[in-house]
């Protein structure tokens, strides 16, 4: 039973978060100091994660990205994805990860069955590591990286969040460390979330600079494939390099959104930006059948008309408006 929501678009895609916690603290994502975590009796379990993953199925998912907080965080993730990978319904199953643990990890998720996995990766300096994520692991992270690598994952992706004045000159190391890994980068504009990060309008990347600044180097980047649903456009170097650009604030891509996302305390959600979610733990918990969670989030899926990074554009470009304005929500709760 394939569902549309108020603009006609399907639910297609489920970013999953299995934890809230992570190993890192990014600026741009989570304040220095967090208290507030789950408790362990909220999170999912396993068990849970799966009869809620099947209920998406059944409004129309096919695609599921493992996210979180650091999903390698969660115990036994591999366990998790064996059970996913069981169901043939979900057609692609991927991972996002800040690769801190991927070393010890990589093989046992391979060999659970999934099938991608996305390394998110801003610097390739010792020093720069650790002011933006406030934590030291450059080489446990590019350890993790090769592990990929070796365990079978083809093409790895590769995210590079870019702050101006802050990683921003690393462009062209980045896209060569990308060539020689065998990865496929995506450039990340930095989007306006979570009221403790600081955001700035002049700290972001847009699109259009990265690549100006990518042609001066290597020659116009060509559109590369069909986009779909899928965040990144892809471009394509002349000397046959491939590489994304991820544009949420400066050229929203609301209109083919076709993602929801359940968060590791069981709450749905239409949007990244959405301050209004759907408790699915708490009708689950009290015995709701599958028919019975199917039409709640049938019914939210179906009112859904978030459009919120082309509606903060929009008001910026029309209003000069601060796009740092209205509510914020944190990314590291949302999964990316
Ligand atoms: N911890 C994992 C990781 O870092 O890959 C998964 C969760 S993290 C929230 C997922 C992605 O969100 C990361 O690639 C990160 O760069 C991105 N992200 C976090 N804060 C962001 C922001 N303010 N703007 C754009 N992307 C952001
Ligand atoms: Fe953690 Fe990922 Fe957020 Fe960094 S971006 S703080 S690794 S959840
Ligand atoms: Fe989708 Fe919301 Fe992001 Fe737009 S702002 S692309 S609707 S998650």
Same mark, same amino acid.
Request: proline fraction near 9%; charged fraction near 10%; aromatic fraction near 14%.
């Given at each position: 039973m394939a569902v549309r929501d /108020?603009?006609?678009? %399907?639910?297609? /895609?489920l970013r999953l978060s299995v934890t809230d916690r992570c190993n890192l603290r990014c600026r741009y994502c989570m304040p220095a100091e967090r208290h507030d975590w789950l408790p362990r009796s909220e999170i999912l379990s396993f068990a849970e994660l799966c009869a809620l993953v099947d209920v998406f199925v059944r409004l129309g998912v096919g695609r599921v990205r493992i996210t979180g907080g650091e999903p390698l965080l969660r115990r036994d993730l591999p366990t998790l994805v064996a059970m996913l990978a069981a169901k043939p319904a979900i057609r692609d199953l991927a991972l996002t990860t800040n690769g801190l643990l991927l070393g010890a990890l990589a093989r046992p998720l391979r060999a659970a069955g999934l099938g991608r996995i996305t390394v998110s990766l801003d610097t390739l300096r010792v020093d720069r590591f650790e002011r933006l994520t406030r934590r030291d692991g450059l080489g446990q992270v590019l350890a993790g990286l090769e592990a990929a690598r070796k365990a079978g994952f083809s093409p790895i992706k590769l995210d590079a969040l870019l702050l101006r004045g802050i990683n921003d000159d690393e462009i062209f190391d980045l896209l060569e460390l990308a060539r020689s890994a065998g990865a496929e980068l995506r450039f990340i504009e930095y989007m306006d979330m979570g009221d403790a990060t600081g955001w700035r309008p002049e700290q972001v990347v847009p699109q259009a600079e990265i690549l100006a600044r990518v042609q001066e180097r290597y020659g116009a980047p060509l559109p590369f494939g069909d986009r779909g649903s899928a965040p990144a456009a892809r471009y394509r170097l002349g000397d046959g390099l491939v590489f994304g650009v991820v &544009?949420? @604030? &400066? /050229? %929203?891509?609301? @209109? /083919?959104c076709d993602r929801g996302r359940l968060t590791a305390g069981g709450m749905f959600y239409?949007?990244?930006?959405?301050t209004q979610g759907t408790d699915l733990k708490a009708p689950l918990r009290a015995g709701a059948s599958a028919a019975e969670l199917a039409g709640i989030l049938q019914r939210s899926w179906t009112e859904r008309r978030d459009r919120s990074a082309e509606e903060r554009w929009r008001r910026q470009l029309a209003a000069g408006a601060e796009l740092g304005e209205g509510p914020r929500v944190e990314m590291h709760e949302r999964g990316g």
């Open positions: /108020a603009f006609d678009r %399907p639910l297609g /895609a &544009s949420g @604030t &400066s /050229a %929203p891509f609301c @209109t /083919a239409g949007c990244l930006y959405a």
